[in-house]
């Protein structure tokens, strides 16, 4: 359940209430004050001298209005004041002092939550979660080798930033404003038409700055990013393939566009974890994996030296979240325990605390147009010994949204971010007991 703006105010913890009891009773004070130094007689001329045109039955009534205004002013003068200040020195904020104090004191205190992924399954997640704490590290796969990333990678030799956009706008104070310039594609222009600006961005600044995650931390600042975006590696590395038929297919993009099944990918070379992201996972309260292409998204990340070993050491509740869909050559039949089966090949399942299903089916005419493309819904089958001891989650999760030009499915983000406060006792105690799910 969101929280209106104007109750924000009121919630424990913010340090709001004390000062303002602390400034009602310096208001207290100075009129005691006053009348202390009129005097009982210069207070009875002063109160002659202002009520004399007052009907006596009127005094009380009016009196009472007195009141209630002189209370609303100093409300209503000490908010527009401090709103202001908050508009001079943040102009971000837009001015709400409830949801500048909100963002401060309660989604700062809220548990660390770790989201490990890549493409749109990860960013989506984000884009819920955000609501329920500050505290949110992406840790992000850098494979891709595709579209404008990969062309990136290949002339520029920088990493692929498109997962990390993605990842960043899905964060952003303003995700709306920015996607809106960050998500162009060029049209037009030699060696540019087809790139997004965000991907352009992010390369540049990994040029001005001399590496990628200082570009990030600097696409972070002026996006007003709510939490942080991390790189699983910054070694440029490649994702490889081997399929059932014997055959190497090197790249993300290109094992992706196969549709040969895989029997296991690796990398072109040992990678090592980004420092900042191990500490995020070692000091996380809740771990969470997926959605997202199992073998090009998810899997890239656990494959990074230190990435697995260090998920399977954290005591964080950690949480599987299912695909709601199969692809086409990658995860061609793949039941929801064939996607475990292979994520147990990496992680210790059994220290698990949850595996969340979807239950919601999509919408006949556009499961229909998956089916035609060599998807379908991930069919549910964990029973008895093929949970691997996990509790499985199930509930209705589905969403339908426009995505290049047609309708998607995707996971609810506030559907999920909610259910993930329900189950996950660090989000639950950090937040049920303000207020209601």
Same mark, same amino acid.
């Given at each position: 359940?969101?929280?209106?703006?104007?109750?924000?105010?009121?919630?424990?913890?913010?340090?709001?209430?004390?000062?303002?009891?602390?400034?009602?009773?310096?208001?207290?004070?100075?009129?005691?004050?006053?009348?202390?130094?009129?005097?009982?007689?210069?207070?009875?001329?002063?109160?002659?001298?202002?009520?004399?045109?007052?009907?006596? $039955?009127?005094?009380? *009534?009016? @009196?009472?209005? %007195?009141? =209630? /205004?002189?209370?609303? &002013?100093? #409300?209503?003068?000490?908010?527009?004041?401090?709103?202001?200040?908050?508009?001079?020195?943040?102009?971000?904020?837009?001015?709400?002092?409830?949801?500048?104090?909100?963002?401060?004191?309660?989604?700062?205190?809220?548990?660390?939550?770790?989201?490990?992924?890549?493409?749109?399954?990860?960013?989506?997640?984000?884009?819920?979660?955000?609501?329920?704490?500050?505290?949110?590290?992406?840790?992000?796969?850098?494979?891709?080798?595709?579209?404008?990333?990969?062309?990136?990678?290949?002339?520029?030799?920088?990493?692929?930033?498109?997962?990390?956009?993605?990842?960043?706008?899905?964060?952003?104070?303003?995700?709306?404003?920015?996607?809106?310039?960050?998500?162009?594609?060029?049209?037009?222009?030699?060696? $540019?038409?087809?790139? *997004?600006? @965000?991907?352009? %961005?992010? =390369? /540049?600044?990994?040029? &001005?700055? #001399?590496?990628?995650?200082?570009?990030?931390?600097?696409?972070?600042?002026?996006?007003?990013?709510?939490?942080?975006?991390?790189?699983?590696?910054?070694?440029?590395?490649?994702?490889?393939?081997?399929?059932?038929?014997?055959?190497?297919?090197?790249?993300?993009?290109?094992?992706?566009?196969?549709?040969?099944?895989?029997?296991?990918?690796?990398?072109?070379?040992?990678?090592?974890?980004?420092?900042?992201?191990?500490?995020?996972?070692?000091?996380?309260?809740?771990?969470?994996?997926?959605?997202?292409?199992?073998?090009?998204?998810?899997?890239?990340?656990?494959?990074?030296?230190?990435?697995?070993?260090?998920?399977?050491?954290?005591?964080?509740?950690?949480?599987?979240?299912?695909?709601?869909?199969?692809?086409?050559?990658?995860?061609? @039949?793949?039941?929801?325990?064939?996607?475990?089966?292979?994520?147990?090949?990496?992680?210790?399942?059994?220290?698990?605390?949850?595996?969340?299903?979807?239950?919601?089916?999509?919408?006949?005419?556009?499961?229909?147009?998956?089916?035609?493309?060599?998807?379908?819904?991930?069919?549910?089958?964990?029973?008895?010994?093929?949970?691997?001891?996990?509790?499985?989650?199930?509930?209705?999760?589905?969403?339908?949204?426009?995505?290049?030009?047609?309708?998607?499915?995707?996971?609810?983000?506030?559907?999920?971010?909610?259910?993930?406060?329900?189950?996950?006792?660090?989000?639950?105690?950090?937040?049920?007991?303000?207020?209601?799910?």
């Amino acid at each position: 359940m969101r929280v209106p703006s104007a109750l924000k105010l009121l919630l424990p913890g913010l340090g709001v209430k004390r000062w303002f009891l602390l400034a009602a009773g310096g208001v207290v004070l100075l009129v005691f004050g006053g009348l202390c130094l009129l005097g009982e007689g210069g207070v009875r001329s002063l109160y002659q001298a202002l009520v004399q045109f007052l009907p006596a $039955l009127w005094r009380p *009534a009016a @009196g009472a209005l %007195l009141v =209630a /205004g002189g209370a609303l &002013a100093v #409300g209503l003068g000490t908010g527009l004041m401090v709103r202001g200040i908050l508009r001079a020195v943040s102009p971000k904020s837009e001015g709400s002092v409830a949801e500048a104090l909100y963002q401060a004191r309660i989604l700062k205190a809220a548990p660390k939550v770790v989201a490990i992924g890549g493409g749109t399954g990860l960013s989506n997640l984000l884009r819920g979660v955000k609501h329920y704490t500050a505290n949110l590290t992406a840790v992000v796969t850098v494979m891709d080798t595709g579209g404008s990333s990969g062309r990136l990678r290949r002339e520029l030799d920088v990493l692929p930033p498109g997962d990390v956009r993605n990842c960043l706008l899905a964060l952003a104070a303003d995700e709306e404003r920015m996607a809106k310039f960050l998500q162009h594609r060029f049209t037009a222009g030699e060696g $540019l038409a087809g790139h *997004a600006l @965000g991907n352009i %961005l992010l =390369a /540049g600044l990994e040029q &001005a700055t #001399g590496s990628f995650d200082r570009a990030i931390e600097e696409a972070s600042y002026f996006l007003s990013v709510r939490g942080q975006v991390l790189p699983a590696t910054l070694d440029k590395v490649q994702l490889v393939a081997e399929l059932v038929d014997g055959r190497t297919v090197v790249g993300e993009a290109e094992i992706a566009a196969d549709p040969t099944p895989i029997r296991r990918v690796r990398l072109s070379a040992p990678a090592r974890a980004y420092a900042r992201a191990l500490q995020a996972i070692e000091e996380a309260d809740v771990i969470l994996i997926g959605p997202g292409s199992l073998y090009t998204s998810i899997l890239p990340n656990l494959l990074v030296d230190g990435i697995a070993a260090a998920i399977n050491r954290s005591p964080a509740e950690k949480f599987v979240i299912m695909n709601l869909m199969t692809e086409p050559g990658e995860t061609l @039949g793949y039941t929801a325990y064939d996607h475990l089966k292979v994520l147990a090949q990496y992680l210790d399942l059994r220290r698990f605390t949850g595996i969340i299903v979807n239950t919601e089916p999509p919408p006949p005419e556009i499961l229909e147009r998956y089916r035609a493309e060599g998807s379908e819904p991930v069919k549910d089958d964990l029973r008895g010994g093929r949970t691997f001891g996990v509790r499985v989650i199930r509930a209705p999760l589905l969403t339908v949204v426009e995505m290049e030009g047609k309708p998607t499915v995707k996971h609810d983000p506030m559907k999920l971010a909610k259910l993930l406060t329900r189950e996950s006792r660090a989000l639950r105690h950090s937040w049920t007991r303000w207020f209601s799910p």
